[in-house]
């Protein structure tokens, strides 16, 4: 099956800074990276994702970018703010499409 | 809408003792997914039903069983709790296949003593 590693556990970072967060893929037919944030306590939220036909996608902050030959795919987040501070998973979609392996997670911590 | 509901929020479970997790959307979604988190862990998941009527294991389904209720309604049982199965766990739902967002209900936050 998929299995999908994540890098780091944890990230440290000033305010302002840049954070990027990187993950690796097995299974080469996956089709669709999800990324998705968690607030202690809270239910993760999806932020952004991308598709295998993309190789990269921007949402103000955030963006992702995709290398299907490296099987590999990173989330950027520019200009941070203490609210980013939460631990963020990234996630790879089955072949079949309809299941989701997530990675370990980053704990991003933005220090004021 | 309520998106994703699951009771109860919290329970303690003492070894050997039975339970069942419920998880209801009104999204009209097809798909739903039962994951488990560990502290400082990701998500692994449990059971999922792709549509209603059927339900398949995912990467840990050992202690758990699994019933999709109808569309709506999707739970998750624990015939005789283990410590081992004190976790957060979290149900899911998308509205169809590959590319689909999925959503997260609240979770319920499990102790088994």
């Known amino acids: 099956g998929e299995n999908v590693e994540q890098h780091p556990s944890t990230l440290s970072v000033q305010e302002g800074d840049s954070a990027v967060i990187k993950c690796t893929y097995s299974?080469?037919?996956?089709?669709?990276f999800p990324w998705y944030k968690q607030e202690l306590g809270k239910r993760p939220q999806l932020i952004i994702d991308i598709r295998s036909n993309v190789g990269e996608k921007k949402d103000q902050r955030i963006a992702v970018t995709l290398n299907k030959t490296a099987k590999h795919f990173s989330l950027h987040i520019t200009e941070t703010q203490p609210e980013d501070s939460a631990v963020y998973f990234c996630?790879?979609?089955?072949?079949?499409?309809?299941?989701?392996?997530f990675g370990g997670g980053t704990r991003v911590l933005v220090k004021p | 809408n309520a998106g994703v509901t699951q009771t109860p929020k919290f329970q303690v479970l003492k070894t050997g003792q039975s339970m069942t997790l419920q998880c209801a959307q009104d999204?009209?979604?097809?798909?739903m997914y039962w994951y488990r988190q560990d502290p400082g862990m990701g998500l692994r998941l449990i059971y999922y039903s792709a549509s209603e009527g059927t339900t398949d294991k995912g990467e840990v389904p050992n202690g758990y069983n699994v019933s999709r209720l109808n569309k709506r309604e999707f739970s998750l049982r624990l015939e005789s709790a283990a410590p081992s199965q004190t976790s957060v766990y979290f149900c899911?739902?998308?509205?169809?296949?590959?590319?689909?967002?999925?959503?997260f209900g609240p979770g319920t936050r499990l102790t088994v003593l």
């Open positions: 899911a739902s998308i509205s169809g296949g590959a590319g689909d967002t999925q959503y």
């Open positions: 999204m009209n979604h097809n798909s």
């Open positions: 299974d080469s037919a996956s089709n669709y």
């Open positions: 996630a790879a979609s089955s072949a079949a499409g309809n299941k989701l392996t």
